[in-house]
């Protein structure tokens, strides 16, 4: 178990009960760096966050859990190629494959570490354009029956930052075909594909629906004041990446 | 010989590793001595024995004074650390007269909420509420222009460094940037190579980029200016100083392994007296690693969370000559350490060169021995190497040994802080007057000056086309300005803030801002308005102005003209801050910033820190309401001179503007109350590029245009509509007043006899800035404009 000093402590604020009850582990490993605003995020939706460390051995006692975003081991092999093999991925792994579908979340660096482990389809190579880009994005919501979109409607439109160097998804056709005939494509980015992702897939799912992994970062649009409309102010809301962990916690609490 | 062991300190030289991991593998690397090493007795025994001295960069009164504070001659390794320690970059020898300044020039206000002044690593600022700040701004000039990714990347990674040495988490990095003419073949791999350094190496430390500056001029062609700043935020009671107290403590290396890179000179030492055997040129750029420095980054935090270090110091220029050079000084007695417990990257690294070597990431710690077991425990935690390298002494000696003998034996301070200090000679320059006197008004370049409605349009358009004043979103959208989730305002907005307490709100503003052609024409008065446009760009996003951190980039102090534009603008820097009544809490200087006999503009970069009480309240740049008044705060006459206008045009002469520091303090006060108290949705400050420039930027931040007639300022300033809108007179800000807050406003800035017009409203449906006299600017066309040009030359 890490402890996180000073700013962005995962633990200064109890949320209330019920939701308080759900218990959503965010994974650190060394070179993460979203992890305190996953943490932050799943405050601010009401469940309390379990800081999770990458070579504890066991899960311990949680309800769902977020990869988040970062440069894991620095991802100078492959994104997310080596934390694959933490010790705690491999419990990760199983719980999420087990009858209770542990439903798992991967943002930007967690979605590379889902496809490395094949929890998802396909991969991220260099974006087209191959500079790190940093912008406000809109995406469409294609299926809001996963885990972590139940809040959203079908067809909704919500902006998000997304900011990465290694975010152009491919897979190949038939893949690719698969996951579109099953509904398995979570989130395409509309009116711009900002990295060359094959058919603007921004977010995927496994066929069960409790693993969701996109290249956006929902976690930074959670808080009034601090996301894309009080940054760039490119429309939307501040908050439209707060549905992500209002779903899942619907999701424990409901038993959806 | 030293092998590695784990966790063996008690025979004083052990070494120790981190347990297995993805990501440690080091194998046994056995040192093999190939060298004659040059010992404290050998030294002595041979006085006349020719050394590298001058190879090194001293000068011969320089190796004089070494001979006598020693008494004999310094062995190879001693040479090598004093070389680099009073080298022009670590003494400040040049400038040190002049920077006594900062600490001199102190009022009682500008002390009240200093805790730690100059002197340390990072000045130290109270923010109430128990929190406390560190910031700093540091250059990497020459490095990024050899090799700008590794030049610039490495520049973020030391003032990092710096930053955590103070006990601090970093929480956000801004970078002034100045190159090159835009359209010169070498400009586009500086700046490509810089900016991707920048990101790479930012973006993978989990800090906010939240602004900086960009400069195109073709004085910096051959000397391109990489600055970098961070600020790092702490609680009162964790702050750390850098100093070897505690006579028995453990001295620690920890991070990466020290390895060739960024030796420069050492290789001297290395093939001139040592040994023939190995390849004599090393690197003189050091190679980043930004995870090594993330995973040290929190390592360090949980060090000081769990109170395990006594004293720590990052190692920067000059690697581990400074580090034991200034932890001993800085301490209460002296310091012994084994030089072969050090972990190489390279086991044929010379004494001098592993004294010299800058290898990044990498952190000197002083640990007593009852918290030794909890510090390796940190260390296997995230997989940091370490070495135990020795112990604190109560000896006033510094003596580094190899495999116990003795090869550096000195008084620390004579290496760290009693460097020569060189009053050179410096005078007005001869050019300095007829510079001054060539006006731009009425000049060739002012042949044609717009003034019929559509000439003016095509100016501002061509203005905010401009590569100074165009959008620097090419730059700053590779930046990750979102990570921590506490950035409240970034680029472009006119300073970046960020949240420090998620209860209270409590955050700081923060603004870099130099302008080189100002201080070309006047030093003294260019550096005051380096300062006061930053306390302005502060004070416009709602906070008050606390500290101040520069980075002095000139050309050589050699040459008398350019040592007297480094006096005038440290003489200028230090008085202005005695009226706006914010101390310098540190900084930088970098000089020698020329190519051949040609200096670059004076470029002092002045940085600002501010602090909001709530960061909810911090006021953005851009119009957003509908039917808000816009109000010009100030007044403007006819400064041209030094203009981004004159500069379009290439002209540079004259006087810069006028600096009114008074009146830059009542038009904060206006700012900051306006802020707390909600009578302003919007502010935007003038600078460069005047009214003209920011009209159209508040006008393209959120794509809200407006409707401006100015016939009030040009009757009351008795100025020319072209003159109101592109001169750059100091002291003004346009701000945007809800409608039912107009009086309360308009009453605060009577009340403080500040001059205040309503020149227009917002007007959200119209997709145009509508100015009375030029015309029609449509918002679409400003923005392909002003967003066009770094694609365009950039790709």
């Known amino acids: ?256 | 010989m030293t092998g590695i062991s784990t966790g063996s300190i008690t025979d004083g030289g052990g070494t120790a590793t981190a347990a297995a991991s993805p990501t440690a593998a080091p194998g046994a690397i056995t040192q093999v001595k190939k060298f004659n090493i040059d010992t404290v007795e050998h030294a002595a025994k041979t006085p006349d024995t020719e050394l590298p001295w001058a190879e090194l960069g001293l000068k011969q009164n320089e190796f004089d004074e070494i001979v006598k504070v020693l008494g004999r001659r310094p062995t190879g390794a001693e040479l090598a650390m004093y070389s680099v320690m009073w080298s022009e970059h670590c003494s400040y020898k040049s400038s040190k007269n002049h920077l006594r300044q900062f600490g001199q020039k102190v009022t009682e206000e500008m002390k009240k909420d200093m805790l730690v002044g100059i002197g340390e690593n990072a000045g130290v600022t109270n923010l109430g509420d128990g929190w406390a700040v560190t910031f700093k701004i540091e250059s990497h000039n020459s490095p990024s222009f050899v090799e700008p990714y590794q030049g610039a990347a490495t520049g973020i990674g030391g003032i990092v460094r710096d930053i955590i040495s103070m006990g601090a988490r970093p929480v956000a990095v801004m970078d002034p940037l100045r190159f090159g003419a835009i359209d010169h073949p070498d400009t586009a791999r500086v700046m490509h190579g810089a900016v991707a350094g920048i990101g790479g190496y930012g973006n993978s430390l989990g800090l906010p980029n939240i602004g900086g500056e960009m400069v195109f001029d073709s004085v910096y062609q051959g000397n391109p200016l990489v600055n970098a700043l961070a600020v790092g935020v702490m609680r009162h009671e964790d702050i750390r100083l850098a100093n070897a107290s505690g006579k028995g403590n453990k001295v620690v290396l920890f991070g990466a392994r020290t390895g060739g890179d960024g030796i420069g000179g050492a290789s001297v030492l290395a093939s001139e007296s040592f040994d023939d055997t190995k390849p004599s040129k090393r690197p003189a750029v050091q190679v980043g690693d930004p995870f090594a420095e993330k995973v040290l980054i929190e390592c360090c935090l949980e060090l000081f969370k769990g109170s395990l270090v006594e004293g720590i110091q990052d190692l920067g220029a000059a690697g581990i000559s400074c580090a034991t050079s200034e932890l001993a000084s800085n301490g209460d007695g002296g310091m012994q350490v084994e030089l072969t417990s050090v972990l190489l990257r390279d086991p044929t690294l010379t004494p001098g060169e592993i004294l010299m070597s800058e290898s990044q990431e990498r952190m000197m710690a002083v640990v007593t021995p009852e918290n030794v077991e909890a510090f390796e425990a940190v260390m296997d935690k995230w997989a940091v190497e370490y070495s135990w390298l020795g112990e604190v002494t109560d000896t006033g000696r510094l003596i580094i040994t190899w495999e116990g003998d003795v090869i550096v034996d000195v008084d620390p301070r004579t290496v760290a802080h009693d460097g020569p200090v060189y009053d050179r000679p410096f005078a007005r320059p001869e050019w300095q007057d007829a510079v001054q006197a060539d006006t731009f008004t009425g000049s060739v370049q002012d042949a044609g000056r717009p003034a019929a409605p559509a000439e003016l349009a095509k100016a501002v358009t061509e203005l905010v086309a401009s590569p100074n004043m165009c959008s620097k979103s090419w730059i700053t959208n590779q930046y990750d300005r979102y990570v921590g989730g506490n950035t409240s305002m970034a680029f472009p907005d006119d300073a970046g803030v960020v949240r420090v307490d998620e209860e209270s709100g409590l955050g700081v503003a923060l603004a870099t801002d130099a302008n080189g052609r100002y201080t070309y024409l006047d030093p003294y008065h260019g550096a005051q308005l380096a300062l006061a446009e930053a306390y302005r760009n502060v004070a416009t996003s709602g906070a008050i102005p606390m500290a101040v951190s520069d980075c002095l980039n000139f050309g050589s102090p050699e040459d008398p003209d350019v040592m007297w534009q480094l006096a005038e603008a440290i003489r200028g820097l230090s008085d202005a801050c005695m009226v706006l009544g914010i101390p310098v809490t540190g900084g930088n200087v970098s000089l020698y910033n020329q190519t051949g006999s040609t200096p670059i503009h004076p470029s002092p970069v002045v940085a600002v820190l501010g602090k909001l009480d709530d960061v909810a309240r911090r006021t953005p740049s851009g119009w957003r309401e509908d039917g808000q008044a816009i109000y010009l705060l100030g007044t403007t006459s006819a400064e041209l001179d030094g203009s981004e206008w004159a500069n379009m045009r290439g002209h540079l002469g004259g006087q810069p503007p006028k600096v009114d520091l008074e009146a830059e303090r009542t038009l904060g006060e206006i700012l900051i109350n306006a802020s707390r108290d909600g009578m302003i949705d919007s502010a935007h400050d003038l600078s460069e590029g005047g009214l003209a420039a920011a009209l159209v930027e508040s006008a393209l931040r959120y794509g809200v245009g407006a409707r401006v007639a100015l016939q009030d300022v040009l009757d009351r300033d008795g100025v020319d509509l072209f003159t109101a809108l592109f001169s750059e007179s100091q002291g003004r800000a346009v701000v945007g007043v809800p409608r039912s807050e107009e009086v309360r406003f308009t009453d605060m800035c009577t009340a403080r006899g500040f001059a205040h017009t309503r020149i227009g409203v917002v007007d959200a449906a119209s997709g145009t800035l509508e100015i009375n006299g030029v015309e029609s600017l449509s918002l679409d066309a400003l923005r392909e404009a002003h967003e066009g040009t770094l694609p365009k030359y950039f790709g």
Not at chain 1, 10 to 34: N, Y
Not at chain 1, 69 to 96: C, T, V
Not at chain 1, 200 to 206: E, F, H, P, Q, T
Not at chain 1, 207 to 234: K, R, T
Request: with cysteine; hydrophobic share 40%; aromatic share 6%.
């Open chain 1, 1 to 256: 178990m890490t402890e996180l000093p000073l700013i962005g402590e995962a633990s200064t604020v109890a949320a209330e009960p019920p939701l308080a009850g759900a218990r959503i582990g965010v994974v650190t490993f060394p070179g993460t760096l979203d992890d305190r605003d996953a943490a932050r995020a799943v405050r601010l939706a009401g469940g309390t966050a379990v800081e999770l460390w990458h070579a504890d051995k066991e899960l311990g006692d949680v309800d769902a859990v977020i990869l988040p975003g970062g440069f894991s081991y620095g991802d100078y092999l492959r994104a997310g190629a080596i934390a694959r093999f933490a010790p705690l991925m491999s419990k990760i792994i199983d719980a999420a494959n087990s009858d209770a579908k542990l439903p798992v979340l991967g943002i930007c660096n967690g979605f590379q570490i889902l496809t490395e482990s094949h929890l998802l389809p396909g991969s991220m190579i260099k974006n087209d354009h191959l500079k790190f880009l940093c912008r406000d994005q809109v995406l469409r919501v294609e299926n809001s029956n996963t885990a972590w979109t139940v809040d959203y409607q079908a067809g909704q439109e919500i902006t998000i930052p997304l900011k990465n160097q290694d975010g152009q998804y491919i897979a190949d056709e038939k893949t690719l075909d698969a996951l579109e005939a099953e509904g398995r494509v979570v989130f395409r980015y509309v009116g711009f594909n900002p990295n060359g992702s094959r058919r603007d897939v921004a977010g995927i799912s496994n066929a069960a629906g409790n693993v969701v992994g996109l290249m956006p970062h929902p976690e930074h649009a959670v808080e009034a004041g601090f996301g894309p409309e009080s940054l760039d102010g490119v429309g939307g809301s501040d908050t439209d990446g707060l549905g992500f962990f209002t779903s899942v916690l619907t999701k424990i609490v409901g038993g959806k």
